[in-house]
């Protein structure tokens, strides 16, 4: 992919036997791939995959980091009881920052725990109502689905 974008090389490759290798200069790679356009096509499919499956693969961590973040706001005094849970004064965006994950992450997963029956949400809030299922997710032992 790199050569497709006119970068360095991205990656490095360890052998674990004895190989044989060909170099590829950059520019034969890149006008292979122009002139056979179902190879361009596979290329970038299999990036795409590759790239998919690493997001997907992430969505759990960014779940547990995010009950964690939620859990520790609470326990930190920062929320305000409320009649159905603790109230977090915290947008979705804010959580996002505080995670270190995308905005679109944070609200499919918010969804999640909200259909679990763990938060509620409203504008520029969010209510904690099951701090001891969020704090197992936070710790591993589960998932928002589980």
């Known amino acids: 992919m790199a050569a497709i974008r ?67 706001l609470a326990d930190s005094g920062i929320g305000t009881p409320a009649p159905n849970g603790i109230g977090l004064r915290f947008s979705q965006q804010d959580l996002a920052n505080l995670t270190g994950a995308s905005l679109d992450s944070v609200k499919k997963i918010v969804r999640n725990f909200k259909t679990a029956g763990l938060v509620g949400t409203g504008r520029q809030i969010l209510l904690l109502r099951d701090p001891a299922k969020l704090r197992e997710i936070a710790d591993g032992h589960r998932t928002a689905a589980s």
């Open 6 to 72: 006119r970068m360095p090389r991205s990656a490095s490759v360890i052998a674990l036997a004895e190989v044989e290798m060909l170099h590829l200069p950059a520019v034969e790679w890149l006008n292979f791939l122009y002139e056979h356009p179902r190879a361009m096509h596979a290329q970038l499919a299999c990036q795409l995959e590759q790239a998919t499956r690493k997001i997907a693969e992430s969505e759990p961590a960014i779940e547990q980091r995010l009950a964690k973040s939620i859990i520790e």
